[in-house]
């Protein structure tokens, strides 16, 4: 087989001193990089790791990440990307679910690491950089050889599990394979036209599927490199697209607001930036065209864990003229939009967005129940609410569980949020939906503005010529914090909903009357 555990060794018989991977702590040549993951793999071999066995990953970004998973692929081993932002608690349920093997993690996860070292053994984890006292270090699984060659994998073998957010319940792994990994590569290469002159930057953490997988995977396929960051800082981010020879950049829209707003933005040479990608969340009108101004095209896409990350993408050449379009399925995948009684709904219909082909996970790990219940006749049932139109392209029109049914009819959110999130003192905007005697729910506009008095007149207002009367908010509830958000950088509305259940509205709020 000649897959992803292959591509470094790959890169480096065509040029071993070009850079893979960037870091402040040091990179690695592609030479170095395939020379890393041989050693690792034969380390992973030499302690006991074997074919089928769980490896956890809990670090911060780092060119180590990168040597563990084609480590993993190597020897038949399966990463497993484990969220920094997990409590104890929450951590105990993931490593426990997924029975690891052992563990890859660095000093900054001194709070938490006794769960792990509980379930897997103080001997089974090894510390990146630093190394505590009596601990195991990185670097002692690279004095046993090298494996340069496979043991026994096939594409069908699962090469990661990456478990859900949990902002709905509890989390399940997503099991991805092999297979899925040069799916996820070519839908990206073929739509971004990725080769080995690109450059990306890669800010958020490794372990989400958006940033480990549909955004990571495609460079080492395709030769390119990847500058590590660990954390998002604006005025870095702009100095490494400027100075930095950055070509790539993968967002969520709040980070790319965030940009706009830093100082000296407008003076910024971003002629390097060839494609600029958002997911997450719709992004809004002014940021397309604040950039599109800037000779910056955005590129809106969506994907799912269990879609490998990359689904649907909007090209930017389309982006003003198919607003709130996400695009169309990509190279070796497949989407279609259903009703509830499983027929194919009509251009515009809203329904269940299904997914097919090479991104598909495998199935949910040791899950058989939420297994059958996702993937139906081989499609992947989304739970995300969509329209398809006559050209076959998709719009997003709401997750199935955040739709708000007002008075018996269907409100969502996503369409509010549009909408208001184009009025110029809204910074960030979650609209939820809360009991109501009166409707049954009603919704309720989770504000950040920078105007302490911005009211609910003022967007009632501004929404009125695009918004029906039942869709619009009867509630603002102006926020000082920034809207709570999960690894991924999605809103968390589930924790705002439950705030706003619990409570009286706050001295900010404003109520329709």
């Not at 690491?113 to 690279?142: C, H, I, K, T």
């Not at 040069?182 to 036209?193: L, N």
């Not at 100082?263 to 494609?275: C, E, K, N, T």
Request: charged residues 25%; glycine residues 12%.
């Amino acid at each position: 087989m000649t897959g992803i555990s292959q591509w470094a060794r790959h890169w480096a018989r065509f040029g071993a001193e070009r850079p893979a991977l960037l870091a402040d702590a040091g990179g690695r040549t592609w030479g170095e990089l395939e020379r890393g993951c041989a050693e690792v793999a034969a380390g992973f071999h030499a302690v006991g790791v074997r074919h089928g066995d769980r490896v956890g990953g809990l670090m911060r970004n780092a060119p180590e990440h990168f040597e563990v998973v084609l480590a993993c692929a190597r020897i038949g081993a399966v990463f497993v990307p484990l969220n920094p932002l997990l409590t104890a608690g929450e951590l105990r349920d993931v490593a426990g679910d997924a029975d690891l093997a052992a563990v890859v993690t660095d000093t900054a996860f001194l709070g938490v690491l006794g769960v792990l070292e509980e379930l897997v053994g103080a001997e089974r984890v090894f510390f990146v950089g630093e190394v505590p006292e009596l601990a195991r270090g990185f670097d002692e699984l690279r004095g046993h050889g090298r494996l340069e060659r496979d043991l026994d994998v096939s594409p069908e073998d699962p090469l990661m599990i990456c478990y859900t957010s949990g902002t709905t319940g509890r989390a399940k792994g997503a099991v991805l394979t092999h297979a899925n990994m040069e799916g996820v590569a070519a839908s990206a290469i073929a739509v971004d036209a990725l080769g080995y002159a690109d450059r990306a930057v890669v800010t958020v953490p490794l372990a989400f599927t958006g940033a480990g997988v549909s955004f990571a995977i495609p460079f080492l396929r395709c030769g390119g490199s990847i500058l590590v960051r660990d954390g998002f800082d604006p005025a870095r981010l702009l100095d490494d697209i400027e100075h930095h020879g950055v070509s790539f950049v993968g967002v969520v829209p709040v980070i790319l607001e965030r940009l706009a707003a830093e100082p000296g933005f407008a003076d910024r040479d971003l002629s390097g930036l060839r494609v600029a990608k958002a997911g997450g969340a719709a992004v809004p009108e002014h940021l397309l065209r604040l950039y599109h101004d800037r000779g910056v095209g955005l590129v809106n896409a969506y994907g799912l864990t269990e879609g490998s990350g990359l689904n649907l993408e909007l090209q930017a050449h389309e982006a003003l003229r198919r607003l709130g379009s996400v695009g169309q399925p990509l190279w070796g995948q497949e989407a279609r939009v259903v009703g509830a009684d499983g027929r194919d709904c009509a251009p515009g219909e809203p329904g269940e967005l299904l997914l097919g082909g090479t991104c598909v996970l495998k199935e949910y790990w040791r899950n058989p129940a939420a297994t059958a219940d996702t993937i139906r006749d081989g499609w992947l049932h989304t739970g995300d609410l969509a329209t398809v139109d006559e050209d076959g392209y998709f719009r997003i029109v709401d997750r199935s569980k955040d739709m708000i049914i007002s008075g018996g009819l269907n409100v969502y959110p996503a369409e509010v949020e549009s909408a208001l999130a184009s009025h110029p003192d809204v910074v960030e905007v979650a609209v939820v939906g809360v009991p109501d005697e009166r409707w049954g729910e009603t919704p309720v506009a989770c504000v950040v503005s920078a105007n302490p008095d911005l009211g609910l007149a003022d967007l009632t207002s501004h929404v009125e010529a695009s918004l029906a009367t039942y869709k619009r908010p009867t509630r603002l509830e102006l926020r000082h914090e920034p809207l709570p958000r999960g690894m991924s950088g999605k809103i968390l509305k589930r924790e705002l909903r439950a705030e706003l259940v619990d409570r009286e509205p706050s001295a900010d709020a404003a109520v329709l009357s």
